[in-house]
């Protein structure tokens, strides 16, 4: 009995201390220090949770949801502000280019000015000395450049061979002349012809264009382009050797203040020495100068039609009557 007694006593005893306990440890978890956590379900944090807890990112928020409220707040403004801020830049690189256009433009006028005739270049060299008219380019054509006439610019089918017609010139110049000298072979000589009508016999001529880079693509004679026939004369001397102006039309005639001079060399070849001044062409040459060009021969061998002359040119292709198909002289000094 009493040993009952006591083993009920004993265990009414440890139900009353484990209860004790139960209370103190309830009573030591409501006074736990602050910022000192129990770990609990995620589902019952965020119910439960204060101002300070929210601004927290200790206490297991998720760091996607505060971020994107501060960054919204604080940097839409200054994105605002680049965006609007860009265009000005943009706006001055778009007026920096209006320079490069005008230039562009500017420096292409001078690439499609005229470069060089379809026909040869020929040069012309100043001599310091005005070579004697004696009827030979013999002492001065070493100072400057010679040239043939290997182009047919009219009658191929009159032409036999290099000893019925066969030409070479010198050319050059000096303040007041333009100088010619050329040496022709012909087996016939034939000129009866005086004035307007020495191109109906044996004759040479100069094409000049004084305006060659102001009318470079004029396919038609113009007023500063100047064809100039020169002739030896009769062989007998009953013909004067002579020259004329056949082209400006409205200028047209004789032009004695042109010198010629003249020399049958051999029963197949003559020359001719001519000097033209500058003055019947109205231009003050200049070093540098290009003038549109060319330099024919003419031979009839007693025929009594023109249209069975034969030309020889400098030119390849020439046409009288379009100054495009000229070749060039440049004066050099």
């Known amino acids: 009995m009493v040993h009952a007694l006591s083993g009920g006593s004993m265990k009414k005893n440890t139900i009353l201390l484990s209860s004790l306990l139960i209370c103190m440890l309830l009573l030591t978890a409501c006074n736990l220090p602050f910022g000192y956590t129990i770990s609990r379900p995620a589902v019952d944090g965020t119910p439960n949770a204060t101002l300070t807890a929210l601004f927290d990112t200790s206490h297991n928020i998720p760091a996607t949801i505060t971020p994107p409220l501060i960054a919204t707040s604080t940097a839409f403004l200054p994105t605002m502000e680049l965006a609007t801020a860009t265009p000005e830049p943009t706006l001055t690189e778009t007026a920096t280019l209006a320079p490069v256009v005008i230039v562009v433009t500017a420096t292409t006028a001078p690439q499609s000015a005229p470069a060089v005739r379809s026909n040869a270049q020929l040069y012309a060299n100043y001599l310091g000395t005005a070579p004697v008219q004696d009827g030979t380019y013999a002492e001065w054509v070493d100072k400057t450049n010679k040239y043939t006439m290997p182009n047919f610019a009219w009658g191929k089918a009159n032409w036999v061979n290099h000893a019925d017609l066969e030409g070479a010139f010198a050319v050059a110049w000096d303040n007041n002349y333009l100088y010619l000298g050329y040496k022709i072979t012909d087996d016939i000589y034939h000129q009866p012809y005086a004035g307007g009508n020495?191109?109906?016999?044996?004759?040479?001529?100069?094409?000049?264009?004084?305006?060659?880079?102001?009318?470079?693509?004029?396919?038609?004679?113009?007023?500063?382009?100047?064809?100039?026939?020169?002739?030896?004369?009769?062989?007998?001397?009953?013909?004067?050797?002579?020259?004329?102006?056949?082209?400006?039309?409205?200028?047209?005639?004789?032009?004695?203040?042109?010198?010629?001079?003249?020399?049958?060399?051999?029963?197949?070849?003559?020359?001719?020495?001519?000097?033209?001044?500058?003055?019947?062409?109205?231009?003050?040459?200049?070093?540098?100068?290009?003038?549109?060009?060319?330099?024919?021969?003419?031979?009839?061998?007693?025929?009594?039609?023109?249209?069975?002359?034969?030309?020889?040119?400098?030119?390849?292709?020439?046409?009288?009557?379009?100054?495009?198909?000229?070749?060039?002289?440049?004066?050099?000094?």
Not at 243 to 268: C, D, H, N
């Open 198 to 333: 020495i191109y109906n016999g044996d004759s040479v001529e100069v094409l000049l264009d004084t305006n060659l880079l102001g009318d470079f693509y004029t396919t038609s004679l113009s007023s500063d382009d100047y064809q100039l026939g020169i002739s030896a004369g009769s062989k007998s001397g009953d013909i004067e050797p002579g020259a004329y102006l056949f082209y400006p039309s409205s200028l047209a005639g004789k032009r004695s203040q042109v010198i010629i001079s003249k020399q049958f060399e051999s029963a197949t070849v003559y020359r001719i020495e001519a000097a033209i001044p500058w003055s019947i062409y109205g231009i003050t040459p200049s070093a540098g100068m290009r003038l549109g060009f060319a330099v024919n021969v003419n031979d009839n061998d007693n025929v009594d039609s023109y249209k069975k002359v034969t030309m020889l040119s400098s030119a390849a292709g020439l046409s009288v009557f379009n100054p495009t198909t000229w070749g060039e002289l440049v004066l050099v000094k």
